[in-house]
C-alpha cells in the first residue's frame, strides 16, 4: 500500500459513511469530482468494485463492506492519534461521546454539567442515554458509565458514585386491602410493574439476604421502558415497583410510597466510568474522569 491508497482509503471510508459523494466532499473539504476520482482510482488499484452507485443512493459492495469493516479500528486509531496530537495543549480539547443509562445521566452527572463544561470550555460533549451494555469502541464512544458488576474484565473502570440499592415500593392506597410481602416469593400475590429493557429482556427482581441470592420473575398487568414511568404507576396505585432508592427519597420520606423487603435489597457496587484499556487515553477523556471520579 502507498501513500496514495491511504488517503483514498480515508476517501471511501467518508463516502460510505455518508452514503454520499457530495457529504464526504464537504466533511473532506475537497471537491465532489475529487473524492469520485479518489474512489475510482482505488477500485481500479485493486481490480474490486467497493462501492454501488445509483443515481439516488451510495452503498458499499460485499467487497466494500468487507475491507471497511477490516480498515475501522486503524482508521479510527489514525483519527484518535491526530486528535490527540492536536490536544496536546494546556487545556482538554475535541470531541467526548459517553454513553450510559438514563439514570446515571440524571443523578449523577448532568447536575454537574454546567461545572464540568465552565472548566474545558473546549470540550464537546455528547450524552448518549440507552440500557443496552454495547461495545463501546465498536459504536464509536469513547467511554460509558454502567454499574460495576456489569462491566467487563478487559475496561479500565473508574467509580463514580458509591453504593446504591434497590427499593421494592408501593403506594398507600394499594396496600389498602393488601398485605405486605414478609419474603420475595411472596410477591407472587402481587401485582407488580414490570420493566422491559432496551434488549426485549424483562428484567427479573433480584434479592440478597445473608448471603444467599434469590432472582424472581414477577408478574403483572403492566410493563414499562424505564424506572420515571414505573415510579409514576407506583404512585398512582399501579402496583409494586423495583426501582433504585435514589428515585424514592422524597417519595417515602412524604408518605407517598412505602418501601418493603428492605432486608432483601443490600447495598451493591454502584455506577463506574469504563474504557478500553489498549487505547491512548485522550485529554478530554482524562478531563472527564477525574471531574466525575468519586471521592466519598
Not at 461495545?135 to 454499574?147: M, P, S, T, W
Request: charged content about 25%.
Amino acid at each position: 500500500m502507498n501513500r496514495i491508497q491511504l488517503s483514498q482509503l480515508a476517501v471511501l471510508a467518508a463516502v460510505a459513511e455518508g452514503r454520499s459523494f457530495r457529504k464526504a466532499a464537504s466533511e473532506l473539504g475537497i471537491a465532489p469530482s475529487a473524492v469520485s476520482h479518489a474512489v475510482a482510482a482505488l477500485e481500479a488499484s485493486i481490480g474490486v468494485r467497493l462501492l454501488s452507485r445509483t443515481t439516488r443512493s451510495v452503498a458499499p459492495t460485499e467487497e466494500g463492506r468487507r475491507l471497511l469493516e477490516a480498515l475501522s479500528p486503524a482508521l479510527a486509531d489514525i483519527g484518535q492519534a491526530l486528535e490527540a496530537l492536536a490536544e496536546t495543549r494546556a487545556r482538554a480539547a475535541g470531541s467526548l461521546r459517553i454513553t450510559m443509562p438514563r439514570l446515571a445521566a440524571e443523578h449523577l452527572i448532568a447536575p454537574r454539567l454546567g461545572g464540568f463544561l465552565a472548566l474545558y470550555p473546549e470540550i464537546e460533549l455528547e450524552l448518549v442515554t440507552n440500557d443496552i451494555f454495547e461495545d463501546i469502541v465498536e459504536q464509536g464512544f469513547d467511554a460509558g458509565l454502567r454499574l460495576g458488576e456489569n462491566i467487563e474484565a478487559d475496561m479500565i473502570a473508574v467509580k463514580v458514585s458509591g453504593p446504591w440499592r434497590g427499593a421494592v415500593v408501593g403506594a398507600p392506597g394499594y396496600f389498602a386491602d393488601r398485605s405486605h410481602p414478609d419474603h420475595p416469593r411472596a410477591l407472587t400475590d402481587h401485582r407488580c410493574i414490570r420493566r422491559r429493557f432496551s434488549s426485549g429482556r424483562i428484567y427479573r427482581w433480584e434479592f440478597e439476604k445473608e448471603g444467599r441470592s434469590l432472582v424472581i420473575d414477577v408478574a403483572g398487568p403492566l410493563v414499562l421502558p424505564e424506572d420515571r414511568l414505573i415510579l409514576a404507576a407506583a404512585l398512582d396505585g399501579a402496583g409494586l415497583a423495583y426501582v433504585f432508592d435514589a428515585r424514592i427519597g422524597t417519595e417515602v420520606a412524604a408518605g407517598r410510597l412505602v418501601r418493603v423487603l428492605d432486608d432483601w435489597c443490600p447495598p451493591f457496587p454502584g455506577f463506574s466510568i469504563y474504557y478500553p484499556s489498549r487505547r491512548q487515553m485522550r485529554p478530554a477523556l482524562r478531563a472527564f474522569v477525574d471531574f466525575f471520579r468519586f471521592n466519598g
